[in-house]
């Protein structure tokens, strides 16, 4: 017998536990993005393909290092957030789902990481 | 009491009755291209990491990343991109609250469809003259 009322049982849970916190960092991420993604664009994917002394000259300008890194670490929060948000629609059976949870968030935090310590470690000098 | 007619509950129609409609086309694609686009970043975090540790390392990744397989999915992340981004500004117009007439979320269905594939092209050829 649950003698909790219906308010009670759900507050503050949704499956991901965090009520709407999720979906406001999903919003929030994704304006931050809107520029980001478009000096992405101008400023470094013209560069695949590219030679290395390209690559290192365009990092020693502080904007493309800056909104580069910037977007990196804000893609993988955003892209961490949207796998969660995929996961636990999908995925059924709570090991699993801790599983994928846990891994997907230490892979995202990771690689976020590492890319912004690359183009850290490029505009001062590789 | 709280939860007298748990798991009995009439269930509502799921997708399988629905006539698919541009903007369900447009919802999931916008999950999958999200999703999706999880390769490119890995790869292109690998290309900045090699950058970082040497030219060679760097010319080995840059010479997979320009590969027939590497350029695929480069240009379909850059699609993939532009459908996102182009989702998402209209989920973010949404939030507010504005753009749920149906003529409305037929007609921006199509056009980010559309324009996704416009800026895609817009965009290689920006990359090609470069």
Redo the contacts between chains.
Sequence with gaps: M?Y???MA?VKGLGTAKEGTHEWWIG?LT??A??PL?LCF?WKV??L???T?AE??TAFQSPFTAITTILF?MI??IH?AG??QE?IVDYVHGKAMLVVLLVSTKLACWG?GF??A???A??AFG? | MADVNRGKRPLSPHISIYRTEINMITSILNRITGAGMMLAAVLIVWWLLAAATSETYFDFVNGILTSWLGLIIMFGSLWALWFHFLGGLRHLVMDFGYGYELKSVDFWGWAIVALSFVLTAASIYCLAVN
């Design positions: 649950n909790k009322t219906d049982r919003r994704s304006a993005l809107i993604t664009l994917a013209p695949i393909g590219g290395h690559l290192l990196i893609a993988f892209l949207g796998l995929v690689m590492a890319g310590f690359a183009v470690k490029l590789a």
